[in-house]
């Protein structure tokens, strides 16, 4: 079967630090593929290389073996299907937040009048409406991470790529930006890879969910996601949510040998 992204025996070695420092073998003969619109998660150890795995489909490091293709072309630099989203958005100060939103309709060339329309549709999107011209400084914390969101999620492009966009968040801020997530990944259908340490937030968001083992990074296993869409908070507290929670902790433990879990991967 064809995927539409498909990691094909992807190895990552980095060269230590100097000559005589050994280097890292970051990832080994990772093979799987994502179906175009589906949600998948990438779990794992600290430092197995989920990082890595999302910056070579992003097409900002190159795997030493294998390659990547997105929707049948193999992948050699960034392009304008896909784009990355951080833990830290680094908005913008001196920019309002409708012009934090445009930012990067932007740095594509969209035109001005559709820039504008696109990002109020954003704003609105994430409940920023009435603080369009607000500076980030103005915001709470979790209000500058949707303006983040917004921005990022405003530019047309097919694949996203998150590397635990919700790391930095406080739980309940961290479970509504979820649920926006959900919302407007179920309206658009976009192809989304999300890197995360949260079994929970990987159930809750996911069509399925990938877990690595510990460095070198491989693929140990998957977990289809059976849940039907749309999802609302209910879901957390059933007990098939709590058994597929507890199956996925079981194969991470499996999957990290002695390797550290990171925090927040805790089944509580
Ligand atoms: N630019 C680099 N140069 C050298 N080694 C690197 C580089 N980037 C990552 N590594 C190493 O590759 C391994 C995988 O790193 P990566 O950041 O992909 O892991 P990760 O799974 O994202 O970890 P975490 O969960 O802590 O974010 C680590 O051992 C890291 O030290
Ligand atoms: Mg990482």
Redesign the pocket.
């Known amino acids: 079967m064809d995927s539409y992204i498909e990691f094909e025996g992807v190895g990552?070695v980095?060269?230590?630090?100097t000559r005589r420092a050994a280097p890292?073998e970051?990832?080994q003969e990772v093979t799987f593929g994502i179906a175009r619109g589906e949600f998948c998660s990438i779990l794992?150890?600290?430092?197995?290389?989920?990082?890595?795995?999302?910056?070579i489909l992003d097409g900002l490091?190159r795997p030493e073996a294998g390659r990547v293709l997105v929707d049948g072309t193999a992948v050699d630099a960034p392009g304008a299907d896909r784009a990355m989203v951080f833990q830290h958005f680094n908005l913008m100060p001196w920019r309002t937040v409708l012009r934090n939103v445009e930012f990067g309709l932007e740095a594509r060339g969209v035109p001005a009048a559709e820039r504008r329309a696109t990002a109020l549709r954003y704003v609105e999107l994430f409940g920023l409406h009435g603080f369009e011209e607000h500076f980030p400084s103005q915001l709470s914390g979790g209000m500058q991470q949707r303006v983040g969101l917004a921005r990022a999620l405003a530019v047309d492009c097919e694949i996203l790529l998150m590397?635990?966009p919700f790391g930095a968040l406080d739980a309940q801020t961290k479970t509504l930006m979820q649920l926006e997530l959900a919302r407007i990944w179920h309206e658009d259908q976009r192809t989304v890879v999300f890197?995360t340490?949260d079994i929970e937030e990987a159930l809750f968001l996911s069509d399925r969910v990938v877990v690595?083992s510990a460095?070198p990074?491989r693929i140990a296993h998957v977990v289809d996601v059976p849940f039907g869409r749309p999802r609302d908070e209910h879901l957390r507290g059933t007990a098939e949510f709590a058994a597929l929670k507890e199956q996925t902790w079981e194969m991470l433990r499996d999957a990290s040998g002695a390797a550290l879990v990171?925090a927040g991967a805790e089944t509580s």
């Open positions: 990552k980095y060269p230590g630090r890292t970051a990832l794992g150890p600290s430092g197995c290389g989920k990082s890595t795995l999302l910056r490091v590397d635990e890197v340490h690595m460095r990074g990171g």
